[in-house]
Structure formats: C-alpha cells, structure tokens
C-alpha cells in the first residue's frame, strides 16, 4: 500500500529520515467468511450468496487470534465475502479490540443499516472501509445489484454519523474510470475520511476480467488527479487519508510528480521513499483465507503456505521452505526483464508479483503492470 498523504505531508513539512522501523508483525487480511450477498466483477474470493463448508469456527478464530497477537500481529482487517454475513463477527471484533488489536472492517456496506449500526459502533473498530466502484448505475453495474450504490452510501452516512472512521475503496478500470473525479468530490462533500484506490489485480474474478484492465495511460491520468487533490485538500486543511493499493510503481511515479512540481523536495522524497522500500506481500501483509488457508496476501489465493488449523500462524508465516515465501522476503527481490534493470526496485521491490505469475507463469518475471516508461525508470 502506497500513502499518498504520507509522502505528500513530507513535501510541506519534511522531517528527518531516521532509521528504518519495520512492523513488529504483518497486517493480517482476515477472510472470515466467503458468503456475500453481491457477485461483484473483480472479487478475487469469487464470492457468492451460499455457505461455504469447512469454515472456522468461533473457538477456532479465536484461537489463533490469540498465536496472531503472540506473534505480534498489530493489525486485523476483518473481510470476507461480507462479514456483517457471519453471525459472531461483533464477538469476534469485540475480541480482537479488547487483545489490543487495531481492528479493521471490510464490507460492501449494503448490509449496514438502522438494524445493525448500534452493534457495529459497540465494536469500536478503528476503521470502516466500504467499496465503491463509481456512483449511482456504475457501481450498481460492477456489483450486479440495482440499488446497491444508494445502500452503501446510506451505511457510510450511518457511520460517519456515529463517529467511526470511514472509508472509500475504488478498484479502477475502464468502464468505471469516469467516475474517479465525482467519488473524490463525495470523499469531501459527504466527510469521509479516507480514499483508498486500488488497482485491478490479476486474481479471481479480477484475473478473468483482465481485458477490462484500465490502460496505461489512464493509470497515470488517474495518479495525477489523485496527487494533485490530495495536495488541494491539505493546502485547503482538509483531512483526508489518500492511500493506493496493488501497484507499487505509484511510489516511483510519485518521485517524478514531485521533481517537476517541487524539485526542491526531491531528494529527501526520494529518501523516505526507499526507506518504505516497496511491495511487502510475504513480509508484512498477510492473509488467512475463510478455510484457515495463509497465503502471501489477499491477491494468492491460488498458492497457500499452510492452514491455521494444522499449524499455528506464528509456525507458517516464518516458513522459507516455500519457495515464494522465501523469495518475497528478499529483498530486494531477485525479479527479472525491466524490474530488475530499475533504477527504482529499491522503491517499489519489483512490484506486485502475482501479476506476473499470472501472466508469464513465472513469479519472479517483471510486472506487465508498471505503467512507467523505460526512461522513467532509467532503462
């Protein structure tokens, strides 16, 4: 995940480099269940509106809750399919608030409602994330609902009212692409507090939707627009956190945003940008899919390191025995063609790998997702 906030507060007001601090454990992605009441174009859990057998149960979760914060863990962002679907997930939140967790929710926000917004404050989660993937028909298009769009707004007005921090995921394409100028001005005229866009990965129903995949172009298009109005937003003193997610070139094409607008911060930019050091999906980032299956992050589910029912977390996620494992947490990684000849790996460790494993069957090939030209990146 690149913080565009982050990175863009350094441009006004720097501050010193230090040394590097690595996170005590990884965010852990947690997939508690596969149910969803949406069949949505780009799940990567391919979700649908059924039970799914084999499921953890209360105790189960539980229990590696507790090995996920004696390993450190500091952060759960509970996800499904739609977890407001699983009956305990306020135990289960409650639970994970009261061990000390920051504890995230990931919901399609349609099932947030008058009926449920008291339970969901109780929980006190540090964040609300709710997707959305244009306004009005486009979304209702993407997630095959009519109607959903105004549902899910409606669940973000509940708990923005209740004073939860909320937030706007937007996955980019071409068909919904149009739409990115009208949700950031909903980001600002509705009071949420984040926006955090995402780029179309290849994995799931993301992966056989793969042609709709926005063009180069009008990635950068969409970076601009996002780094010009997260600098409008704070120069105007508007709080809003602008994150990006499944394409770690942004941080490089950051770099170049800033040397030709602010050439005087460059350097020091460029600095605090290789101390963040890029893709971290085997080293920070982890996720435990809905069956207890550990993967790398949410994006591999076609590749599980181990399950949490025969082996505790704190036992696989050290694990170089596997192959990727061992090779996500080098760094920086050994990644070939144009990510290994980059000037900038050191920024963006080779990117996001399960693009080119879906596209070359090698993981270790360069990432057809870079959206940099060859000058760009010093080839």
Request: contains cysteine.
């Amino acid at each position: 995940m690149f913080r565009i906030s982050q990175y863009m507060q350094e441009i006004a007001s720097p501050t010193p480099l230090g040394p590097k601090r690595n996170p005590p454990g990884p965010v852990v992605i947690w997939n508690l269940i596969r149910r969803c009441n949406l069949t949505c174009k780009h799940c990567y859990s391919i979700s649908a509106d059924t039970n799914f057998p084999g499921e953890l149960t209360t105790e189960q979760v539980y229990t590696v809750m507790d090995d996920l914060r004696g390993f450190n863990v500091p952060v759960l962002i509970l996800s499904g399919g739609e977890p407001l679907l699983r009956p305990d997930i306020y135990d289960i939140a409650k639970r994970a608030k009261a061990k000390g967790f920051y504890v995230g929710l990931s919901s399609n926000g349609t099932l947030i409602d008058e009926s449920n917004i008291d339970k969901i404050a109780e929980c006190d989660f540090n964040y609300v994330g709710v997707s959305l993937d244009g306004l009005g028909a486009t979304h209702d298009k993407f997630r095959r609902l009519d109607g959903a769009f105004e549902k899910s707004l409606h669940g973000i007005r509940l708990c923005r009212d209740l004073g939860l921090k909320i937030g706007v995921r937007f996955t980019m394409t071409q068909d919904n692409a149009h739409d990115l100028p009208g949700l950031l001005k909903l980001v600002e005229d509705e009071g949420i507090d984040r926006f955090y866009f995402s780029h179309l990965n290849y994995a799931g129903r993301g992966n056989k939707n793969r042609k709709d995949d926005a063009q180069h172009q009008l990635t950068r298009w969409a970076m601009d627009l996002l780094f010009d109005t997260c600098r409008d937003y704070q120069q105007r003193g508007l709080e809003k956190e602008f994150t990006t997610g499944n394409n770690d070139a942004d941080g490089v094409y950051f770099l170049h945003w800033v040397r030709r607008n602010f050439p005087e911060q460059a350097a020091h930019v460029e600095a605090k940008l290789r101390q963040w050091g890029g893709n971290s999906s085997g080293v920070n980032v982890a996720n435990i899919d809905n069956l207890g299956n550990v993967h790398p992050d949410t994006m591999w589910w076609h590749h599980t390191l181990g399950n949490v029912k025969e082996r505790p977390f704190s036992q696989i996620w050290p694990d170089t025995s596997d192959a990727l494992m061992a090779g996500l947490k080098q760094h920086p990684r050994a990644v070939k063609g144009r990510c290994g000849e980059c000037a900038y790996l050191q920024i963006c460790n080779g990117n996001t790998r399960v693009r080119a494993q879906q596209m070359s069957s090698d993981p270790w090939a360069e990432d057809p997702g870079c959206y940099l030209s060859d000058e760009e990146i010093g080839l």
